[in-house]
């Protein structure tokens, strides 16, 4: 190591900024955070810098660039895009004793600023020594996602009972088992769940002798349509933190790949027309893993709370006093929407859009099929591939236009995923013409039209009136424009 590594406490501290631009501006921002008195000195400034001089917040000398504004100032940030008036700064910094660090110029700085990962209290910085800035902010970038938020108010929480801990376990290695049993603890989670003052208990009985019990928890978690970037941050630590992991057949291998290796996985498919047995079983399997205090995810496909029995699973874990957290994820509609380029709302075709199922007999009753066959809405229709014929006599019969435009996207957003197109009084044949299987989605309405012209996933849509005559999509989406 060449660099020592500080922490420098620069609260009410004279800090030089020489330099007016935006690179100023960035280093600036990062001194005012740390509540420096922050000397800005250019001939012209941005406009962000100008405004924080009129509120005050910097003071700001316009003139050309004299020795002695380093007259009393700890610290010397060159922000200029001039070499030579770099290198005098640095050279003054070097007589005068005064650290001077030269942006993106390692050979001239005194020292260098690092990457920062800000979770104050917590600090990380991380500095490649000059010889690789990039790696550095790239590594910034992957600890971002696993020292996430919770770790600041948890760094905070040990921060006021640290001298409750230091009277609790006097022999330093006690006082190590305790804060590793805290860092194994749910105390984080707690945090993340929004429940400090749980956290906070846990952290009191653990003092007052009581073993915290090690209740276990279910976290519902949306796997999102099947592309493994489409997983949240949060989604991502559950699957990382699974001691358990039930999954719905729709959650793609390569999201259950991100899981921890050792989680036990379940397999919980349902079969179309067994859902209540099955459902049950999933029930009892969450209770049983989460009563032997451990942490369950129940992964299921797109979101938990659209057509995904998310309601009843929390209902049955709130009975049982069972703690719970959801994670959202990317429902198929918004999915399936995007990766085949149909926006479900547009000003000129579509003012609303609708969720709706229809996979049984009993769902198609009742629904209000007057409402649904609205003109300058979109439809997207879950679980709907069995229903396709009855989806469009109904809608047909209700006074939904033969013409309006539909894609059934099948495979939504993974490598398989095929877009068939057409029109409603289409829509039954050209679903068995190209054999479209579950998992597929309905989007229907005038909006689906733009899917010829706005693709960008995978291969073109299937169904277009062929490549050589494209003007039925345009005469289409013009006669839109004119209805609008
Ligand atoms: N909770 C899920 C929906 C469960 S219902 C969600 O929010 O997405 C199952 C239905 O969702 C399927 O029958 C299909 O209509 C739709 N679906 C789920 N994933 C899909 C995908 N990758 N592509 C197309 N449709 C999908």
């Not at 970038?141 to 108010?153: N, T």
């Not at 236009?401 to 398989?416: D, Q």
Request: net charge neutral; aromatic share 6%.
């Amino acid at each position: 190591m060449k660099l020592y590594p500080l922490f420098a406490d620069l609260r009410g501290r004279a800090v030089l900024v020489v330099g007016g631009g935006v690179v100023a501006e960035r280093k600036v921002a990062a001194l005012l955070e740390a509540q420096a008195l922050v000397r800005v000195a250019a001939p012209v400034l941005s406009s962000v810098l100008t405004a924080w001089a009129d509120a005050g917040r910097i003071a700001v000398n316009r003139g050309r660039f004299v020795d002695t504004l380093m007259d009393d100032v700890w610290l010397v940030i060159a922000a200029t895009s001039d070499k030579t008036l770099n290198a005098r700064i640095a050279a003054l910094g070097e007589t005068r004793r005064i650290f001077v660090n030269v942006v993106d110029d390692a050979s001239l700085s005194h020292f260098h600023v690092p990457a920062v990962i800000d979770r104050s209290p917590v600090t990380v910085a991380i500095s490649s020594g000059g010889e690789a800035p990039m790696l550095a902010r790239l590594l910034r970038e992957r600890l971002e996602v696993w020292l996430d938020h919770a770790w600041g108010p948890f760094a905070a929480l040990l921060g006021r009972t640290r001298d409750a801990i230091r009277a609790r376990y006097r022999d330093p290695a006690a006082r190590r088992r305790f804060y590793e049993r805290v860092l194994s603890g749910p105390v984080l989670d707690r945090l993340r769940a929004g429940r400090s003052h749980e956290a906070e208990q846990w952290i009191d009985e653990a003092l007052s002798g009581q073993p915290p019990s090690a209740a276990g928890e279910v976290i519902l978690v949306g796997a999102g349509p099947g592309d493994p970037g489409l997983l949240t941050l949060r989604g991502l630590r559950a699957l990382n933190e699974a001691d358990v992991i039930l999954h719905d057949r729709l959650v793609s291998d390569e999201v259950l790949a991100l899981a921890r290796r050792d989680a036990e996985r379940i397999e919980v498919g349902k079969e179309a027309g067994n859902h209540h047995a099955t459902q049950d079983t999933i029930h009892a399997l969450m209770l049983r893993h989460a009563r032997e205090g451990k942490r369950v995810v129940r992964l299921k496909g797109g979101d938990p709370f659209v057509f995904g029995r998310g309601g009843e699973e929390l209902e049955m874990l709130r009975e049982h006093g069972i703690a719970y957290q959801v994670v959202p994820g990317i429902t198929a509609a918004l999915a399936c929407a995007a990766y085949a380029g149909i926006p479900l709302t547009h000003r000129h075709y579509a003012s609303s859009a609708r969720l709706v199922t229809a996979h049984s007999q009993l769902s198609n009753d009742a629904l209000d099929w007057r409402a649904l066959a609205q003109e300058r809405q979109t439809l997207a229709v879950y679980m709907g591939v069995s229903e396709l014929k009855n989806l469009q006599t109904r809608l047909i019969e209700h006074g939904r236009a033969g013409h309006t435009p539909f894609a059934l996207v099948e495979n939504g957003s993974r490598k398989a995923q095929r877009v068939v197109i057409g029109t409603l009084d289409q829509l039954d044949q050209r679903a068995r013409d190209y054999a479209v299987r579950s998992p597929a989605l309905l989007i229907l309405g005038e909006v689906a039209a733009l899917a010829e012209r706005l693709a960008w996933f995978g291969d073109a849509p299937l169904g277009a009136e062929t490549a050589d005559s494209p003007r039925r999509n345009d005469t289409t989406v013009v006669s839109l424009a004119a209805q609008a």
